[in-house]
């Protein structure tokens, strides 16, 4: 049985989120194994990993958006968008309609001296977040 580090948070506190901003992920709910490899820093995760390891990234929330419009979610890796790392949903009624989206992807960490910051970030629409959890895990 191998052990991974990992981080899972989790924040099912109603939050306001404007477009195009860092969704608040919460606060650390578990850790495993190596904890001084995957922290929550803030509303991000960072990863200090000195080689090219692989990470598995899972988001999953839930929300209403204050007008209607297509909601997005996509995961940055040290700002940059991580390619196929979006979802998106239309919302026809504003306020009271309630979403989900959940997706996942596999990162590659920078080699180096450079640690990894992984955040999630709304799209052009804004939205209130009823539950976010946010997952890391090494491979």
Known sequence: MSRKSYVKTVNAN????????????????????NRCNIERVGNSVVI????????????NVTFTAPVAGTVQLLMQQNG??????????TVTTATTEVRNLSFSTIIK?????TNDVITLITGPLAITTSNVEFDVESL
């Open 48 to 59: 200090y990993d000195r080689c090219p390891n692989g990470y598995k990234i899972t988001a």
């Open 109 to 113: 960490a920078t080699s180096g001296c």
């Open 80 to 89: 940059a968008t991580i390619t196929g790392a979006t979802a998106s949903t």
């Open 14 to 33: 109603a939050t306001s989120v404007l477009a195009n901003s860092i969704v608040p992920i919460g606060a650390t709910l578990t850790t495993g194994y």
